[in-house]
């Protein structure tokens, strides 16, 4: 005869006190309820990159927007590989050169129209004719919030048609710290 497991499954008491501190199954740290409250859709604890990228934002980010814990952000950054915290923590941002100034403008553009649709805005910084620097960070609070990294992980869905010296340079600096 087969073996039958019973599924259990916590009781409500054990839920409520597990559940803010973390995703039951991964171990992430659960988004603030204040925090998630504040997007127009939240496509399950924004634990993924695909679920940070399939949130709403709906133009909603203001003074009364909650800034997200510092181990809540440090939980979802790996979601979000082209991107680097600053600092001081308040901002994250992604780096990069295009082929060239056709490039640069196309993904700025596309960028643009993500942005607007969603009603959150970047710094958008352009130099050295290709040279893209995109940072975010929700001024109105003075730092990061659910609706940054949702920007985030939406950009990173916009097509860039990388310089290949560039792309050349950072695969030898991905195998270089792979390899200490």
């Known amino acids: 005869t087969p073996l039958r497991v019973a599924a259990l499954s916590p009781s409500p008491q054990v839920t409520a006190l597990l559940a803010p501190r973390c995703c039951l199954m991964s171990g992430i740290p659960s988004l603030p309820e204040a925090a998630a409250s ?4 939240v496509s ?6 695909q679920e940070l990228a399939s949130c709403k934002i709906g133009g909603c980010c203001g003074r009364d927007t ?4 510092a181990d809540v952000v440090a939980a979802r950054l790996p979601f ?4 680097a915290l600053s600092d001081d923590g308040k901002a994250i941002s992604r780096s990069f050169v295009a082929k060239n100034w056709g490039a640069a403008m196309a993904f700025i553009n596309a960028a643009s129209e993500v942005c607007e649709d ?3 805005h970047p710094d958008l910084h352009l130099t050295n ?6 940072v975010l960070s929700t001024h109105a609070v003075g730092g990061l919030t659910l609706p940054d990294l949702v920007l985030a992980a939406k950009l990173d869905t916009v097509e860039v048609e990388y310089s290949p010296k560039w792309l050349k340079q950072r695969q030898a600096q991905a195998a270089a710290a792979a390899g200490s």
């Open 129 to 134: 004719w290709r040279d893209v620097r995109v």
């Open 118 to 120: 969603e009603g959150h």
């Open 80 to 83: 979000l590989p082209d991107w």
């Open 38 to 41: 504040q997007l127009a859709a």
């Open 44 to 49: 399950g604890d924004a634990s993924s990159a």
């Open 66 to 69: 909650p800034l997200l814990p």
